[in-house]
């Protein structure tokens, strides 16, 4: 049993099947990788995982009870997700987005809005408009927001996507630095095989079902990644097992 | 917060020259029979009415932008007051009278929140309240009542036709304290819930993934803004008809001062509107006196060059 269970869960929309009868458990301190071509099913999944999307088929449990029993706030304390489209057109100051992180409290948790800033690196720009920045400080902007909600499992969709690899490196230390603190599990839906490496285990969706999981070096093999993503490739020195980032 | 000391101070001085100055000085320390009759009988009424109506209209705008995530949306644009319309003016057309003084707002009222409903149904699709679909059936069942009003008016007598006429360029001289505590209510009880779900307003402005994420349901959240959007609009339409502009642009005036955040930006717009369609209504009955113009114009000739001025400065929803 993990802290978050999705059973035999199979989701279709308009006669389409998304996802077909696939089964993951997640523990806390996982920090796990999800690769698949585009329209493999990883968004659907995270969806589906956070409760966004309710599975035809199969149940999804967090911490033993079925997700759709939770309150939405109390669900809110224990999972968070960003999506991978961040559209948003009204000029919220920095300061103002993040701190809407603490909207499922009534208490205030022990991080604070220019804390959770500040691991983004944004502390200068706190006051600054969303709609000035850049499209990837906008994208750190809401991962404080995110961290400032505080759950224990992070389900981010392609969060790495136009962050300077700079960031990339910084997010997924962050993130690392934040599971081995406080044990949080995170799930990451990349578009980068490279960064699989980072992750201490690396999920392949294709066509809606897990084709493979494990180890990072074991998994990204030739054959794999050829089926999951219909591509000829060759490994080369560029996919050898890189060091984690410290 | 000097801003909103400000404010406060120059929406006072409005309120006092629009009770005692214009169009005529009441001297309020020297009060006759007729001058406490116009303050109390014509003056005071529409004074509150129009600032009830700037009110909610500027809160519903505000809401509204945020709610379908459309820089362009306003509270006329969900059809809610074609179908006030559309009914008041069949009610003066037709010269029925049912229900006294109250029948003409009541009727508006009916078309407002029945129009408010179809428009709702409409806007269901999957379990929730889609922006895109509540536009587009708003859209449509505007340009439909349009239509039918069009028709009804181009079949009517003068009389009706020129009242109906009146009422739909927004006309506050009917102003009358018989109705001022319904409109209250409705509007208060609407401000209220919006204030109440402001948190979910603002994470719904940030996407539905997103404000799910962070515990509101989208579709509840959406629904109850949805009728507080729905009370206010079809009660400031009962009062007065349809005044334009305020609930367009006071938001984006608002936004500039105040920034995105609803829970400054919701009272801040009814603070706004409800102050310029005043001043609006008190420069309208003055500058031509005895003859009104309606407060409708007087808005859009006072705020739409500050708007463009501002747009010219600086930008608006990030565009």
Known sequence: ?246 | MRKIILLIIVSICILFVSVFILPKFINPFNLDDTGSQIIFSIRLPRVIVSILMGSALGVSGAILQGLLRNPLADPYILGISSGATLMAAAGLIFGKIIFGLFTIPLLAFIGAISTGIAVGIMGYKGGGLLPERLLLAGIGIGFLFSSILMLLMSISADEGLKRAMLWIFGDLSMADWSLIPYGLIFIFAGFLLSIWRVKGLNALILGDEIAYSLGFSPFKERLILFISVGLMTASSVSLGGIVGFIGLLIPHIVRYFVGSDCRFLLPSSALAGGILLCMADTIGRTIMSPTEIPAGIITAIIGAPYFLYLLRRKEIMGV
């Open chain 1, 1 to 246: 049993m993990g802290i978050l269970d999705l059973k035999k869960i199979s989701f279709s929309y308009n006669r389409e099947e998304f996802i077909k009868d696939l089964s993951i458990s997640l523990n806390g301190g996982e920090f796990i990788g999800l690769l698949g071509a585009n329209g493999s099913g990883k968004s659907t999944l995270l969806k589906l995982s956070a409760g966004i999307l309710s599975p035809q088929m199969g149940e999804i449990n967090l911490w033993n009870k079925p997700l759709h029993h939770y309150k939405g706030k109390d669900r809110a304390k224990l999972i968070s997700y960003l999506p991978q489209m961040l559209d948003i057109n009204a000029p919220f100051r920095v300061i103002e987005l993040v701190s809407m992180g603490l909207y499922p409290y009534d208490i205030l948790p022990q991080l604070s809005p220019e804390e959770a800033i500040e691991m983004v690196g944004l502390t200068e720009k706190k006051n600054s408009s969303i709609t000035e920045l850049s499209g990837g400080e906008r994208r750190r902007v809401f991962i404080a927001m995110t961290l400032l909600q505080g759950a224990g499992i992070l389900l981010l969709d392609e969060p790495l996507a136009n962050l300077d690899i700079k960031y990339q490196i910084e997010l997924i230390r962050l993130l690392r630095n934040l599971r081995d603190i406080k044990n949080i599990s995170v799930v990451m839906a990349l578009h980068d095989i490279n960064m699989a490496f980072q992750f201490d285990c690396v999920y392949i969706v294709k066509d809606g079902r897990l084709i493979a999981s494990g180890e990072p070096h074991e998994i990204i093999a030739g054959e794999l990644l050829k089926d999951a993503f219909d591509i000829d490739v060759t490994i080369s020195d560029i996919f050898h097992p890189l060091k984690p980032i410290k």
